[in-house]
């Protein structure tokens, strides 16, 4: 634990005060501003798309559904995608948040020292691997398997809406592709979970096993209440990788343009990124090139504001360990 006696170093001076420090200090200041202008001039031309599809098209951009460009009026509309994503990270939330908790709370309090190396470096390996693998991975071997799932769950729970499957095709469901996000979201909330619970004070673990807590006890009234905030952060971490994603999602969804509000069992659905890499490659013209990139601003928008919650929240966690 940090001495609160001791006054901390005045690193601006330190910085300043040797010529190779005065350089290094420069470069790390324009590297941090460089990447500030080049957020900037992304933010800058997706809003200036965005502005030339609102003229085009008005408020029905977003609040419509539908894409057919070689129509006279064309009809574009983001709205079932807009919703879809939100769909699809929700369903990966799900599956992801309880799997990935219960994981760091075995690394961190119940598996042997050797075990938990093990498993943080196959953790942060999960997490590095990229997303058209984790597609192709799911395309050829997930989806299978996730058919009978789901087969299984409108068999036994079809009486929930959301189980309900009246088609019979099981491919390209939001189910399957929300699935795929929880194996992609799970590394980034176990790590981060695992780093915030092992910083538990140690004085409060060993005073509520003085007490008498079972670790159940100790989980619930010590832990998970330290690391409430970090967790938090996590997830809005892991929420804005789910956002974004693109590729892994394509490979096992089924894209259709009208909203599927809650059938997360029943092929097809849709996210802003699915729509920008099935039309990219046919697009038709200069309108519709501006129509996809409108679309990313609003991604864009979602993603960043995500993170930038979620760093509040990590930065409120930092603050009250102090």
Known sequence: ???????????????????????????????????????????????????SAFQ????????????????????????????????LAVIGLVIAVPVA?????????????????????????????????IGLWAFYILNPPAEQWQQLLNQYLGWIP?????????????????LVLAIMMIP??????????????PDLINAAEALGCSLWTMLRYVALPYGRGGIVGGVMLGLGRALGETIAVFFVL?????????????????????LIVSRFGEVSGPEELNLLLAAGFFLFLGTIGVNIVANLIVNRTGGLKK
């Open 254 to 274: 089924k894209l259709t343009f009208e909203t599927n509000w809650y059938h997360i069992i029943e092929s097809g659905g849709g996210s802003i990124a699915t």
């Open 101 to 133: 908790l219960m994981l760091s709370i075995f690394m961190v309090f119940l598996a042997p020292q050797k075990l938990s190396s093990v498993l943080t470096n196959l953790i942060d390996l999960l997490a590095a691997i990229p997303s058209v693998i």
């Open 56 to 87: 085009t098209e008005g408020l029905s951009f977003i609040f419509s559904t539908g894409w057919d460009i070689n129509t006279d009026p064309p009809t574009a509309g983001i709205w079932g995608m807009l919703y879809g994503s939100v769909l």
């Open 1 to 51: 634990m940090a001495n609160p006696d001791l006054e901390q170093r005045d690193l601006h001076s330190a910085a300043t005060s040797h010529r190779g420090d005065r350089v290094f200090s420069r470069l790390v200041t324009g590297a941090a501003f460089t990447s500030l202008v080049v957020l900037a001039g992304i933010a800058i031309f997706l809003g200036v798309q965005a502005v």
């Open 188 to 201: 980034i909330i176990t790590s981060i979970s695992r780093e915030v619970l092992g910083r538990t004070p």
């Open 162 to 178: 959301i189980f309900q499957n009246t088609s019979q095709n099981f491919s390209g469901t939001p189910f399957i592709a929300g």
